[in-house]
């Protein structure tokens, strides 16, 4: 049976000034209870609510609990890599975003195709009810903000140019990124990333 999706893509999208904060303090003292109590009395994320802000530092540790040492130290010191490695880490772990990359989009390039359009992604959504039912649990207001969140990663990270109608682009990923997912043997990170070996 394959695993469930995680639906809690609908907070936030990259979050990239917030993860950093976050994970440049967990490099410092990696205990998350003292690190939750620290951002939330100081606010170190600027929400307007304290649930707000629980909220966030809850999924972004989340996301951080899955990133390999290089990855959270990248993250961690502001690396010009930084986005591509939030964007594996929204990947990895929100697998409908993932397999979106994966199946869609990163298909799409393999075959000389440069614009994904939002039939390309209501289709990929209804091949995968069969085998995620948890999608038929959604409301058609979440629904519709996970398309939102999806399609905002995507532009955030440079994978897609909202101004012409989601065309993909080749993203300038360092290589020594790239370099690191190769001796890791991560080959989804690089088809996350469009960097599938062999593909030109």
Known sequence: MKEKYNLSLA??????PETCIIAKLYTANPNWNAL??????????????????????????RRLSIAYPFEL???AREDPATPYVLFVLCCRY??????????????KVSIGQDFIGMD???????????????????????????????FKI????????ANKEYSIQRMTVPGYLVEQYK???????LEYLLQRIGNK
């Open 94 to 107: 929100y697998g409908l975003l993932g397999d979106f990359v994966r199946e869609v989009i990163q298909d």
């Open 73 to 75: 130290e990248l993250v």
């Open 120 to 150: 390309d992604y209501y289709h990929f959504i209804e091949s995968k009810r069969p085998v995620h039912p948890e999608l038929d649990t959604l409301s058609s207001t979440s629904f519709e903000k996970i398309r939102q969140v999806i």
């Open 36 to 61: 939750r109590e620290t951002v939330v009395n100081e606010n170190l994320l600027h929400k307007t609510r304290i649930s707000s802000t629980f909220r966030y530092f809850l999924e972004i540790k």
């Open 183 to 189: 001796k890791a043997d991560d080959l989804a990170a």
């Open 11 to 16: 907070v936030g999208a990259l979050l990239q």
């Open 154 to 161: 995507l532009k955030e990270v440079g994978m897609v140019n």
